[in-house]
């Protein structure tokens, strides 16, 4: 009787619990979990100590205690100094090296801010809004000076340029590759991805050979797989929503569906498990199949490939793909009897 029961279990389909729930972007949880953070420092750090100062004495030795540059070998902080408009700034840039591009570094950031010429923008050729002649008096009205603008419009030639206003962001955008950049009397760090560690090149899948077809396979970086994604579906309506997991390693992943085809319970359902992830750290997608995946049954349910073209087909017959950073083997789940995953 009890195995009956179980055999009606496994071919009944149920509905998944509904939720109103809506995933946070990457760029919107960059300061959960700040007790974590605090816990990890030789002091505890108040919400307001963790705003960035307008004094970039203090912020400097705050990142300097923080990473423990004493002893760490691969954190660098460069200091300089830059002129705008007659007057001096002390700054900093901190990235990790390895992590960063050189090249890019040097040419787009520390020399445009060190060498550039700001005489179009002195005291004597201010940028004027309007002029108005009255009585044979010019009057010129001209627009106020913000250095932080002047710097993000100007001075900093990054396609890729944001800004945050709390530690917490700035060191965990700087732990993945970010570089971020310090000046005096601003309470704000201009974050620059100029990210250029070494990858894999894109090649043929090692495990699953074919002879018809693509020869691409997935490699350890997540923002090319996304890209290998997208060329294969090729429309607007591909979501690859970002997000982190792991209170510690804060391991980036996507959510990738195409919308409209796509079971918005579905996706919801995955959602509401990934967000749920209790975890320290996450390191492979293995992991991660093993925290969401419904254990009821010990039947197969997971279906793994490293084939762009097989993770699109599934996607464009509504499933949902999951990739993890820094993995190069997608796990799908095809077929659990009450819900319907896949993820890479």
Same mark, same amino acid.
């Given at each position: 009787?009890?195995?009956?029961?179980?055999?009606?279990?496994?071919?009944?389909?149920?509905?998944?619990?509904?939720?109103?729930?809506?995933?946070?972007?990457?760029?919107?949880?960059?300061?959960?979990?700040?007790?974590?953070?605090?816990?990890?420092?030789?002091?505890?750090?108040?919400?307001?100590?963790?705003?960035?100062?307008?004094?970039?004495?203090?912020?400097?030795?705050?990142?300097?205690?923080?990473?423990?540059?004493?002893?760490?070998?691969?954190?660098?902080?460069?200091?300089?100094?830059?002129?705008?408009?007659?007057?001096?700034?002390?700054?900093?840039?901190?990235?990790?090296?390895?992590?960063?591009?050189?090249?890019?570094?040097?040419?787009?950031?520390?020399?445009?801010?060190?060498?550039?010429?700001?005489?179009?923008?002195?005291?004597?050729?201010?940028?004027?809004?309007?002029?108005?002649?009255?009585?044979?008096?010019?009057?010129?009205?001209?627009?106020?000076?913000?250095? !932080? %603008?002047? #710097?993000?419009? /100007?001075?900093?030639?990054?396609?890729?340029?944001?800004?945050?206003? *709390?530690?917490? $962001?700035?060191?965990?955008?700087?732990?993945?590759?970010?570089?971020?950049?310090?000046?005096?009397?601003?309470?704000?760090?201009?974050?620059?991805?100029?990210?250029?560690?070494?990858?894999?090149?894109?090649?043929?899948?090692?495990?699953?050979?074919?002879?018809?077809?693509?020869?691409?396979?997935?490699?350890?970086?997540?923002?090319?797989?996304?890209?290998?994604?997208?060329?294969?579906?090729?429309?607007?309506?591909?979501?690859?929503?970002?997000?982190?997991?792991?209170?510690?390693? !804060? %391991?980036? #992943?996507?959510? /990738?569906?195409?919308?409209?085809?796509?079971?918005?319970?579905?996706? *919801?359902?995955? $959602?509401?498990?990934?967000?749920?992830?209790?975890?320290?750290?996450?390191?492979?997608?293995?992991?991660?199949?093993?925290?969401?995946?419904?254990?009821?049954?010990?039947?197969?349910?997971?279906?793994?490939?490293?084939?762009?073209?097989?993770?699109?087909?599934?996607?464009?017959?509504?499933?949902?793909?999951?990739?993890?950073?820094?993995?190069?083997?997608?796990?799908?789940?095809?077929?659990?009897?009450?819900?319907?995953?896949?993820?890479?």
């Amino acid at each position: 009787m009890k195995i009956l029961k179980n055999l009606i279990n496994l071919i009944t389909y149920r509905e998944p619990n509904e939720y109103n729930f809506v995933l946070p972007n990457a760029k919107d949880i960059d300061d959960f979990d700040n007790s974590l953070l605090s816990s990890m420092s030789k002091s505890d750090t108040s919400k307001e100590e963790d705003n960035i100062y307008a004094s970039n004495h203090i912020n400097l030795e705050f990142v300097k205690n923080k990473y423990n540059t004493d002893i760490n070998s691969d954190i660098k902080i460069r200091e300089f100094y830059i002129n705008v408009r007659g007057k001096q700034y002390s700054a900093f840039l901190l990235y990790i090296e390895g992590m960063i591009d050189s090249n890019s570094i040097n040419k787009f950031v520390i020399e445009p801010l060190m060498l550039k010429n700001a005489s179009n923008l002195s005291h004597e050729n201010p940028d004027v809004v309007s002029t108005a002649v009255t009585n044979n008096v010019t009057v010129k009205r001209v627009k106020k000076f913000d250095l !932080k %603008t002047y #710097i993000s419009e /100007c001075l900093v030639p990054q396609n890729d340029v944001s800004t945050a206003n *709390k530690f917490s $962001k700035v060191i965990q955008k700087v732990n993945a590759g970010v570089s971020a950049l310090f000046i005096d009397t601003i309470d704000t760090v201009f974050l620059i991805d100029a990210k250029g560690f070494e990858k894999r090149a894109v090649a043929a899948p090692e495990n699953e050979n074919i002879i018809r077809g693509s020869q691409e396979g997935f490699v350890e970086s997540i923002r090319t797989n996304t890209t290998l994604l997208r060329r294969i579906i090729n429309n607007e309506s591909l979501i690859i929503e970002d997000t982190n997991v792991g209170k510690i390693s !804060k %391991t980036q #992943i996507a959510i /990738c569906y195409l919308k409209n085809v796509a079971n918005d319970k579905l996706v *919801k359902e995955i $959602k509401y498990r990934i967000n749920n992830l209790g975890v320290d750290y996450l390191i492979s997608s293995g992991q991660l199949e093993q925290l969401i995946e419904d254990t009821n049954f010990s039947l197969p349910q997971l279906l793994s490939s490293e084939r762009p073209d097989r993770v699109s087909s599934l996607i464009l017959e509504g499933r949902v793909a999951i990739l993890v950073n820094r993995n190069s083997l997608c796990t799908s789940c095809s077929c659990s009897f009450d819900r319907l995953f896949n993820f890479c």
